[in-house]
Structures are given as structure tokens and as C-alpha cells.
């Protein structure tokens, strides 16, 4: 496709489930990012990945969270026993590293998750 | 650390007024800034940029100015319309290496006819 995408469009789960939300960049770009846009938080960074490595997880808000990426190319962010605070938009955006690093970043529909 | 602050929304105008969304930061070096919007049900897309001191960046009728004596990358757009109805966050990004996206809370903008 053209654009960053990302699936499930919408979770609903219930308190204490596990729960994976999958990104697929944009063809070519190496660098991808997971941010959480919470009402009132507004968007917070979790994790960028260069390749199929993560230099910076700084923004994971707890060990339940983790990501991967294979191939370069699709990323999965898992959050296990899923909390109600866990609530938010899950967006990821995915971009081509320039020199200089003016690349621009690219952002997905984004996945809402609703935990009960 | 890095931060971005908005000006808290919702901003309500009527058409074809003048818009005007402030944003400040706090940042080390020269960072790039960004103004993003999110349109009802969409995703976020860069709607500009600017990455030096003095630059301007422009799209779709609206301009913002990088200010280095001020830190402020203040959204201006001469006529809005009830289609630039969204949610405007104001970003920046570090200089050197990678630096990811550092967001403002977002400010709504409400256009009525």
C-alpha cells in the first residue's frame, strides 16, 4: 500500500488479556515508531525502531509493554495483561532515514483500544 | 528535556476569520518543527515544517515561522474554512542522530459556516 497501515482498526478487550497491535510501513523506510495518544496525555512517544533494533524502548510505560519488528518491515506491539489505563489510540509512523536526519515521519489510522 | 506547549483549544471560529494556534517550545540545540493535523476519523499528516531558525514553512493556506528569540512556531492561516476543522499538534524534533517526535497536546479548531 501507499501509506503507513495498521490492524485491528479497533480492540475492544477485557482487563487482564493480552493484546497485539500490528504496524506495516511505508515500503522502504527503515526507522518506525509506536506513540500512544491518550485524552488529556496527548501523544507520547514508546519506541523507534532502526531496522529490526530498537535503540530507544525509553517510552515503554511498563514491562507489559514490548515490540518487535522483523524483515525491516512490520512491526507488533504486545501489551500483556492489559490495564484500563492501557486505553488510548496506538499509532505508529514509519519514515526514511535521510542524512542529517531530516527525514519526515509518516503516521498510520492509528488502533484504538478499549480495555473494559 | 525536550517539550512542546499549545495553546489549550477548542478555538471556535466562524469562517473566513483569522487563525491563529500558538505553540512554544523548550529545546537543546536547533530542533525541527512541525505542525501536524489529525481531521476527524484520519490519521495525523504533516501539514508543515520548518527546520532553521527564520524559515517558514507554508501548506494549504497556513504558515508558521520558526522563532529562535522566542522559541514559538505560531499556525496562522489569513481564512479558515469549515474544512480545516481538526486537530492541530504542534511537534519538534532534536537535531543529530535520530530524535523522535516530540508532541504538544493538541489544540481543536472548530470552523462554523
Known amino acids: 500500500g501507499a501509506g503507513v497501515s495498521q490492524s485491528p482498526s479497533n480492540k475492544v478487550t477485557e482487563k487482564g488479556k493480552d493484546v497485539e497491535l500490528r504496524c506495516d510501513p511505508i515500503?522502504?523506510?527503515?526507522?518506525l515508531y509506536w506513540y500512544r495518544q491518550s485524552l488529556g496525555q496527548g501523544l507520547e512517544f514508546l519506541i523507534y525502531?532502526?531496522?529490526?533494533?530498537?535503540?530507544?524502548k525509553s517510552g515503554l510505560p511498563s514491562d507489559r509493554f514490548s515490540a518487535e519488528r522483523t524483515g525491516g518491515s512490520v512491526s507488533t506491539l504486545t501489551i500483556q495483561r492489559t490495564q484500563q489505563e492501557d486505553s488510548a489510540v496506538y499509532l505508529c509512523?514509519?519514515?526514511?532515514?535521510?542524512?542529517?536526519?531530516?527525514?519526515?515521519?509518516?503516521f498510520g489510522p492509528g488502533t484504538r483500544l478499549t480495555v473494559l | 528535556g525536550n517539550s512542546v506547549t499549545q495553546m489549550e483549544g477548542p478555538v471556535t471560529l466562524s469562517e473566513e476569520a483569522f487563525l491563529t494556534i500558538n505553540c512554544t517550545y523548550t529545546a537543546t540545540g536547533y530542533p525541527s518543527l512541525f505542525w501536524y493535523v489529525q481531521y476527524p476519523g484520519e490519521g495525523l499528516q504533516l501539514l508543515l515544517k520548518a527546520t532553521k531558525a527564520d524559515d517558514k514553512g507554508s501548506n494549504k493556506g497556513f504558515e508558521a515561522t520558526y522563532r529562535k528569540e522566542t522559541t514559538s512556531f505560531h499556525l496562522e492561516k489569513g481564512s479558515v474554512q469549515v474544512s480545516d476543522s481538526a486537530v492541530y499538534f504542534c511537534a519538534l524534533r532534536g537535531k543529530g542522530g535520530y530524535s523522535t517526535l516530540t508532541f504538544g497536546k493538541g489544540t481543536m479548531l472548530l470552523v462554523s459556516p
Open positions: 515500503s522502504g523506510h527503515t526507522a
Open positions: 525502531f532502526q531496522g529490526n533494533s530498537a535503540p530507544d
Open positions: 509512523a514509519s519514515s526514511i532515514r535521510l542524512a542529517g536526519g531530516t527525514d519526515t515521519q509518516y
